[in-house]
């Protein structure tokens, strides 16, 4: 959610900064029946090109997205960590191709500054789409210039509704984009919200050719009045797009939800259903999202995972029936159980140093990080999957793990924790290449230097469990000032590493830096990188 801090404190800016621990559970229908949800419009856009950014707002509003935190159960703090990479390998074989700037604080409006980023981004056979707070832009894949940059609001002109509001109200969240590579299509999702931050809805825009920069089918949906879709996330699946949402009430946490929105519909642009589950003890599920040229066993779920414990994941398998939606099942979990370890910023949240300043920023190690990448090599299946957790040298290092076999004896294949020395690394984002390479990209940190953007990865001939050297995508120039009610513990939220479909070898990543000390003028960085052995 992003608070705008003019407003007046309301009850659930008030308990989004409190622990998810000390939240009341929401009480809801019972969470084994499905939930069906009927868009609340739909229609087909102009071209992008063809819409012009609203007007900015009257007045400077400074907008810090709170975000909801829990203690993950389990080991003591001061556990260390089982999973732990002893030696170094040399440095990432990946060498980068792209490197450039991307979307940037200002790119928001004049009138309108933000933290975090939420930056992400998706790659197109000729095209890159890069989404942050409110903006994106569509990128020429080959030189790296702007199609066409506008706030995505713009994609939803005209619609009635939340998702309609445009620059009249500053209130949307959680950019998301993907591209849907069996359809060539774009997919751009973002939550619409109340003015007093307590109702969302979901807008969605599914392009209807591979250009970005052409029309869209759209969307929004609603799930009720005072209930407010948090933190979404999104993938592509051959039956549906699935999404995960951390939902809440204007007083209490209401539960993990999971949807899946007919696919099929959305790519033709006619009337679309989700179908739905809540999970009142689960928190920010991934749903699996699909690379690579080979789709899933015919009928096969989309997986959904979570962070449950220091210990262990869970493991949900969603399948959905759009004809009889009570045929529908979201069954699980499976626990699989992970090497201990303790959690990024276990107790206060907030403990990434910075160089030049006593600001910390906030680790999120309480989640798994976005995306969960799916990829079929035929002859096995897995999933790809990280998130932040403490070393006895740093604040924050990356944990990753391969699981395997997700539909029928989901393990972990192979996992490690990889640190820096001193120099915290966090906000990753984690994928597979059609050949077994693995990379992960993170943002990176020390008490002595300004935040940056680097990255690592593996290849299959390299001892299991273990990431090469880290190499550097850029050294930011500043540090993020200007103290917690400024949003100055606050950082990416998500960052995005995604393949190329053109040759599903090219990763492309995107991450936040700041240019120089302050607290909203962060920029994004988008580059690319490919293993010597992926061809």
């Excluded at 203690?71 to 556990?79: C, D, I, Q, Y």
């Excluded at 004896?409 to 990753?428: D, E, I, N, R, Y």
């Amino acid at each position: 959610m992003q608070g705008q801090l003019s407003f007046p404190v309301n009850a659930f800016l008030i308990t989004s900064l409190l622990l998810l621990t000390s939240f009341p559970l929401f009480a809801q229908a019972p969470t084994d029946r499905p939930e069906v949800y009927r868009d609340i419009y739909h229609d087909t856009s102009a071209p992008a090109y063809a819409y012009t950014n609203a007007p900015p707002m009257d007045s400077v509003q400074r907008r810090v997205r709170p975000i909801e935190h829990r203690h993950v159960p389990g080991m003591l703090p001061t556990a260390p960590d089982r999973a732990m990479q002893s030696f170094a390998l040399p440095r990432v074989a990946a060498a980068i191709g792209k490197n450039f700037d991307g979307l940037s604080d200002a790119s928001n409006g004049s009138a309108l500054l933000f933290v975090p980023s939420d930056n992400n981004i998706a790659v197109g056979s000729t095209q890159v789409v890069e989404t942050i707070n409110t903006s994106y832009r569509v990128i020429n894949k080959s030189t790296g210039a702007t199609s066409l940059s506008r706030q995505i609001s713009s994609l939803f002109s005209g619609m009635s509704g939340l998702c309609g509001q445009g620059a009249t109200s500053p209130n949307f969240s959680d950019p998301v984009v993907l591209y849907d590579k069996k359809a060539a299509r774009w997919f751009i999702s973002i939550v619409a919200l109340t003015s007093d931050f307590n109702t969302g809805n979901q807008c969605i825009a599914v392009s209807s050719t591979s250009n970005a920069t052409g029309t869209y089918h759209r969307y929004a949906f609603t799930f009720g009045t005072n209930l407010f879709n948090d933190y979404p996330k999104f993938g592509v699946w051959p039956d549906a797009y699935y999404a995960s949402y951390n939902m809440f009430t204007p007083t209490a946490y209401a539960g993990a939800k999971s949807c899946a929105y007919k696919r099929s519909a959305m790519l033709a642009g006619t009337a679309a259903t989700a179908v739905c589950f809540t999970k009142t003890q689960e928190f920010s599920l991934l749903p699996s999202d699909l690379d690579g040229a080979t789709l899933p066993p015919s009928g096969e779920p989309n997986f959904f995972v979570d962070l449950f414990s220091t210990t262990t994941l869970h493991l949900f398998k969603f399948h959905v029936d759009f004809v009889t939606p009570t045929n529908s099942r979201f069954t699980g979990p499976t626990v699989i159980t992970v090497p201990g370890f303790t959690p990024a910023c276990p107790s206060t949240f907030t403990c990434i140093p910075q160089g030049g300043t006593t600001q910390q920023l906030d680790a999120l190690g309480d989640r798994l990080m976005f995306r969960m990448p799916y990829r079929n090599f035929g002859t096995r299946e897995s999933l790809v999957i990280t998130h932040s957790v403490k070393t006895s040298t740093a604040a924050s290092a990356i944990r990753w793990y391969e699981i395997r076999t997700p539909n029928t004896t989901p393990s972990v294949f192979q996992k490690g924790t990889f640190g820096a020395g001193s120099t915290s690394l966090w906000m990753g984002s984690i994928a597979m290449d059609k050949v077994g390479d693995i990379a992960v990209g993170f943002s990176k940190s020390s008490s002595t230097t300004h935040p940056g953007i680097g990255y690592t990865g593996r290849t299959p001939s390299d001892p299991a469990g273990t990431l090469e050297s880290m190499a550097t995508i850029f050294t930011g120039g500043g540090s993020q000032t200007g103290g917690t009610a400024n949003g100055a513990n606050r950082w990416g939220d998500y960052s995005s590493l995604v393949l190329d479909p053109s040759n599903d070898c090219t990763f492309w990543y995107v991450n936040q830096y700041i240019p120089s000390n302050g607290s909203f003028n962060f920029r994004t960085r988008l580059a690319s990188f490919k293993f010597p052995g992926c061809i």
